[in-house]
């Protein structure tokens, strides 16, 4: 079994940074995908960015496109979101996730329910 734990949420202001990371433990998977997700209160859960473990292809939602990046360091089993230029849109509670049937997001993130394992969350609120 894979466990995921998520952290560095916080309260931020507008323009502001943050880095989730999301550390795994448990299971070895020969490879897979790892997503990120988001749900604000009321708002169906989003997917926001994934990156594949084999070849590293990553995509990002349109709304997040240019400000998050999705890392990856496999020593540390540990998946990173830098979020730069924060909004107040980006509030939500931010779950990391994994699909291990998948060996490359060239062609874009599985959906969600892809997603065999998830994470508890991590909440992101951003307001002045």
């Known amino acids: 079994q894979l466990q995921l734990v998520e952290s560095g949420g916080g309260l931020v202001q507008p323009g502001e940074s943050l880095r989730l990371s999301c550390a795994a433990s448990g299971a070895t998977l020969s490879w897979y995908a790892i997503g990120w997700f988001r749900q604000a209160p009321g708002k169906e859960r989003e997917g926001v960015s994934c990156?594949?473990?084999?070849?590293?292809?990553?995509r990002y939602a349109n709304s997040v496109k240019g400000r998050f990046t999705i890392s990856m360091d496999s020593a540390r089993r540990t998946i990173y979101l830098q979020m730069n230029n924060l909004k107040p849109e980006d509030t939500a509670v931010y779950y990391c996730?994994?699909?291990?049937?998948?060996?490359?997001?060239?062609?874009?993130?599985?959906?969600?329910?892809?997603?065999?394992?998830w994470g508890q969350g991590t909440q992101v609120i951003v307001s002045s």
């Open positions: 990156i594949s473990s084999s070849d590293g292809s990553r």
């Open positions: 996730a994994v699909d291990p049937r998948v060996n490359s997001v060239q062609r874009g993130c599985p959906p969600h329910t892809e997603y065999d394992y």
